[in-house]
C-alpha cells in the first residue's frame, strides 16, 4: 500500500467512512482524482484527493510579476494551484449565495482531501447528449452568474480549510495564460516558427485585451465554467438547479469569463443562436452593464483564451502524451478565427496572418 493511499484510508476512517466501498472516476487533464463512496445506508458521496506535493505553490499575493515567473506557471495564471483549501472557501461563498456546490463533509485540507456531497452524474453535457432541451440549462446557467456578478466581491474568501485570498486575473496571468500558444504550438505544428520578433509583436498585438480584461476583473470566475463542470439538480429552484464542480481555480476576473467559457466551450457545439439567447438573457438580469463595451472584451478575452488552450492542447499532446486532447483543437480554431473578426482584434488577427497559416489552423 502506497504512503497516499494510507493516507486516503486514514482520513476516510476517521470520517467514519472507513468501510466505504471505492470506486474511481475518470481521471481529466489534472493531478486531482475523484473517488465515490457509498455509505451503509446507500447514499454516495464524493472522495476529492488533490495532494499538495503534487503541484508548485499557489501565488503568494505578495510576489512581484518576475518573482512569479521565477515560481512557474502556478504562480503565473493558475494561482490557487488546485489547493482543496481554496475549493473550500469558494464553496462557502458561492452557498452564502444561495447557489449550488457541494457541501464538504470532511475535509483535511493539509493533506488534500476533502469528502464531498455528490451530486451525481447529470452533467449538462450528458444531459443533453440524453436529449434534454439545452436552452433551459444554458440559461439557468447564465442567471447562476447573474447572481454572483450582481454579489460583493471579497478580497478573502472564508472557509473551512481557513481563509483565502482571492487572487485577481491580471496582465501577468492573462498574458502568461496567452503565450502557451506561442511556446507550445510549434511543438505541435513543427511548420510553425515563432522567432524573438514574433513573439514581441504576439504580445504587443494582445496588450489592450490583456490591459481591458486586467482592468475589468471584479468578480468571482469559476475560471472553467462549462457543461463538463455543471452538474441539473431539477429538483432545486432556479439558478440553484446548477450544480457547480471543479472551481479550485477561481480568482478575481471579468465577468465575460465565465460566459465566453460556458458559450465558446472546447468540448462541444453551442450553436450561435443559443450563444444569442444566453448573452440576451444575462444582460437582461443586468441591465446597468454597458453592452457594447461588454461584448468588445467578450470577444478579446474569448480570443485569448481559445489562444491559451490550444496552448494547453498542444503541451497536453506533446509533454503528457493525450492525444485525445487533438479532437477539440478544431473547435476552438473555429471560436478563434471568429472572434478574431471583432472589433479590436485587427492587430491580434494580422498577427495570425502573418505567422500561422491556414492549413495550420486544425
Known amino acids: ?34 473517488e465515490r463512496l457509498t455509505t451503509p445506508d446507500g447514499r454516495t458521496l464524493m472522495l476529492m484527493d488533490q495532494p499538495p506535493a503534487a503541484e508548485s505553490r499557489p501565488c503568494d499575493p505578495a510576489w512581484s510579476p518576475d518573482q512569479r515567473r521565477a515560481e512557474g506557471w502556478n504562480a503565473v495564471a493558475r494561482l490557487s494551484a488546485g489547493r482543496i483549501e481554496a475549493f473550500a472557501a469558494v464553496a462557502a461563498h458561492l452557498t452564502s449565495l444561495g447557489l449550488s456546490a457541494p457541501d464538504i463533509i470532511a ?5 488534500g482531501l476533502a ?12 444531459v443533453i447528449e440524453d436529449g434534454a432541451d439545452e436552452t433551459p440549462l444554458y440559461l439557468a446557467a447564465v442567471e447562476a452568474l447573474a447572481v454572483i456578478h450582481d454579489a460583493p466581491t471579497p478580497d478573502v474568501l472564508h472557509g473551512p480549510g481557513g481563509d483565502w485570498p482571492l487572487l485577481t486575473y491580471d496582465q501577468t496571468a492573462l498574458q502568461g495564460g496567452a503565450d502557451l500558444f506561442v511556446e507550445w504550438m510549434p511543438k505541435l505544428r513543427p ?21 481591458r480584461g486586467a482592468a475589468g476583473a471584479s468578480v468571482v470566475a469559476h475560471r472553467d465554467y462549462h457543461a463538463e463542470n455543471l452538474i441539473w439538480l431539477p429538483e432545486r429552484s432556479g439558478p440553484a438547479r446548477v ?9 478575481r476576473a471579468h465577468p465575460s469569463w465565465d ?20 448573452l440576451d438573457h444575462y ?37 503528457d502524451g493525450k492525444p485525445r486532447y487533438a479532437a477539440f483543437m478544431p473547435r476552438m480554431w473555429t471560436h478563434l478565427e471568429r472572434n478574431l473578426r471583432q472589433r479590436g482584434l485587427e492587430t491580434v488577427a494580422d498577427w495570425f496572418a502573418r505567422h500561422v497559416p491556414q492549413e495550420t489552423r486544425r
Open 191 to 211: 511548420e510553425l516558427s515563432f522567432d524573438a520578433d514574433a513573439i514581441t509583436d504576439w504580445r504587443a498585438a494582445w496588450a489592450l485585451v490583456v490591459e
Open 283 to 319: 444582460f437582461a438580469l443586468r441591465p446597468g452593464v454597458d453592452r457594447a463595451a461588454f461584448m468588445q472584451d467578450y470577444a478579446g478575452l474569448a480570443a485569448l483564451n481559445e489562444a491559451r488552450i490550444l496552448g494547453v492542447f498542444a503541451r497536453l499532446i506533446m509533454r
Open 1 to 34: 500500500m502506497s504512503d497516499r493511499e494510507r493516507q486516503r484510508l486514514d482520513f476516510l476512517t476517521a470520517a467514519g467512512l472507513g468501510d466505504a466501498p471505492r470506486a474511481p472516476l475518470p481521471g481529466d487533464a489534472s493531478t486531482r482524482r475523484y
Open 115 to 126: 469528502v464531498l456531497e455528490d451530486f451525481g452524474d447529470a452533467l449538462f453535457a450528458r
Open 243 to 251: 450544480g457547480m464542480i471543479d472551481f479550485q481555480d477561481a480568482v
Open 259 to 278: 460566459l465566453h467559457s460556458l458559450l465558446q466551450d472546447a468540448r462541444r457545439d453551442v450553436s450561435p443562436a443559443l450563444e444569442a439567447a444566453a
Open 107 to 111: 475535509l483535511d485540507a493539509e493533506a
